[in-house]
């Protein structure tokens, strides 16, 4: 069987040509910093926009606006997302920076939840070259392999992405098709904004209308469709 030749997308051409903001070493070549998670303030406070080839407006933030007042808030037993926002208060000193700013529980502020206030910036960004990644082992790595850093924490969801259970792929689905055309395995960071990965939560649409017959157990007919079917059983001259 012959295997899909299989590339990774060009995340560094999408960074530069549409984004704009690449290389990072333009500004972070000289800049003196520490790696302590902290509330995120300056450029990286504000969300940044690029149109793609089919016109479609991207909206690319550095991390997730939350009031203070859910930061301040102890986590509730049983609500992981309260502890989550509880911890990154913790962790980026909320309390202290507020007062010392002036802020009130009703202002909000630029922070990082990705990692529950485990991880910073050069968790994954390394210090003395931010055009590269890192991982833990102390090897860098491009934007174009940065699936690579996401399997460190997301193992089980790097080895679906590698079996093409996870994500997307781009090319034929028959191999036969997929001569003259490489396959285009979309990287993480293409459907997940890497410093705020979950998915926003959607209101559900109604469903379909059907004039099809509602055959679910719970629904008007089922109980009598049944009892019928009974019957008929009963009636049968094979019956004993």
Known sequence: MRAVALTTSDRIAVITDQLGYFPCMDCHGDQAT?????ILEEEHS?????????????????????????????????DLSSDLVARVGKS?????????NGLAPTDSVWVLL???????????????????LIKLNGEKLTFN??????????????????????????????????????????????CHNPHAPAFPAMQALPPPVSR??????????????????????????DHE
């Open 34 to 38: 520490y790696s302590q998670p902290r």
């Open 46 to 78: 504000d969300p940044l926009y690029y149109t793609d080839e089919n016109g479609v407006v991207h909206e690319i933030t550095f991390g997730e606006r939350v009031p203070i007042a859910d930061l301040l808030d102890s986590s509730r037993p049983g």
């Open 92 to 100: 980026v000193r909320i309390r202290q920076y507020m007062e010392f």
């Open 114 to 132: 990705h990692g529950g206030g485990n991880i910073w910036c050069l968790n994954c960004h390394d210090e003395p070259d931010r055009d590269k």
């Open 145 to 190: 392999q940065s699936h690579l850093l996401c399997g460190e924490c997301h193992g089980p969801e790097l080895h679906d992405w590698e079996q093409g259970i996870h994500g997307k792929t781009t090319g034929y689905w028959n191999l036969d098709l997929d001569r003259e055309e490489t396959s285009i395995r979309k990287l993480c960071v293409e």
């Open 212 to 237: 099809l017959p509602r055959r679910h157990a719970g629904t008007p007919g089922h109980a009598d469709g049944a009892a019928q079917a009974t019957a008929r059983k009963h009636e049968s001259p």
